[in-house]
């Protein structure tokens, strides 16, 4: 039971890495114009900051799709993790929030807030029961295919239920202007 936690977890954690890279990917200029939002590093090591980011961020979502996911990685994950969550906590810290996280994905939301921090948390604690509890799956088996196919299912759950949300919260907003 245990081991089929901690597969699905690391799918869920992979498959949430790999559709982030993918969105950033898909529209590089706006990713970087995000990097620029936070106003924490020079604009022209933006590019270099976004390469980095989504070869690490590649890298990591393999390793968990491959079970291979070292202590090094594990490290490097949590480090990525804790480095954008500074980011966050600075604009935080500065008031600066109406600016887009820049997380990509199901996890991309328009303003920063203090639950980022919180799901950064989180997911670290995902990465590191990933390590801990890694057993091999052949890929390509059954097994291995129901694994990653829960994963997606969680992400997209946490997508519907994110955007579920979004949607309360400007009823509510439209309701108290219209006085329904």
Known sequence: MVESMSHI????????????VLEKLLDWKRSMNKISDYKIIPKKLNGAIFFIGTIVET???IKLVVNQ????DCLLYSTLLITYSGAIAINLYRGHIRISCGCGGVLESSELSWKHLLRNFLLIIFGVISYI????????TFE???YMLTGANLVILYGVIKEFSLQQKK???I????KI
């Open 9 to 20: 977890i690391a799918s869920f954690v992979a498959i949430l890495l790999l559709s982030s």
């Open 59 to 61: 890298y990591l979502g």
């Open 69 to 72: 996911f070292s202590l090094v």
């Open 133 to 140: 509890n890694k057993t091999s799956v052949d890929i390509f």
């Open 144 to 146: 291995f295919m129901i």
């Open 171 to 173: 009823i509510k907003r």
């Open 175 to 178: 309701k108290s202007i219209v």
